[in-house]
């Protein structure tokens, strides 16, 4: 009877299969592009010289605008981080305030120029402070303006005369999985 179980068992394991194959062909993939562009400038390297200003007194602000746009094939998140040098030592990138707003236009003219509108989330009050810390997503081919004001305020101390800063605002951006 064992001799049976075994030879029963030995046609089941050798038993054949039907069996079917699909090819799945045309399957391609390609790398998608990141590029950031600041003021429809390719280069990366921007001037922003309205927001310069010489001989500022406690009041005085400066303002300009900046188109942030997404010109590669992929969503992008930014942000922007500001330095500051204070080649004479007062410190006055210290004590100049930032606002930055969504606004499309500058309000006014130096020596009193603003940026219209209450300050986005998660950006800067300060050239010592990230200038956009909380990442702004943009869709390929989508653009936003940010208005940047710099202000020297009424409170600035007579220790600021004749003091001078140059500040770089450096964006960043990073691919963002939909």
Do not use: H, I
């Not at 500022?56 to 746009?69: D, Q, T």
């Not at 050239?127 to 081919?141: D, E, F």
Request: aromatic share 4%.
């Amino acid at each position: 009877m064992a001799l049976g179980l075994v030879a029963c068992l030995g046609a089941v394991a050798t038993s054949a299969f039907w069996t079917d194959q699909v090819t799945v062909a045309g399957t391609g993939f390609s790398a998608g592009t990141l590029d950031l562009e600041v003021n429809d400038d390719p280069d990366d390297a921007v001037a922003l010289t309205t927001l310069s200003l010489s001989n500022m007194v406690p009041g005085n602000s400066a303002a300009g605008v900046l188109k942030v746009e997404n010109t590669g094939t992929v969503p992008l998140a930014y942000n922007a981080s500001t330095a500051a040098t204070n080649p004479d030592a007062k410190n006055l990138a210290g004590a100049l305030t930032v606002k930055v707003t969504g606004s499309a236009s500058v309000t006014g003219a130096a020596p009193t120029a603003t940026c219209a509108g209450t300050a986005l989330a998660g950006t800067g009050t300060s050239l010592a402070a990230p200038l956009v810390s909380t990442k702004r997503v943009l869709a390929p081919g989508a653009s936003e303006t940010l208005c940047v004001q710099v202000t020297l305020p009424t409170a600035a101390g007579n220790a600021l005369q004749g003091s001078a800063t140059v500040a770089t605002f450096t964006f960043d951006a990073t691919s963002e999985l939909p």
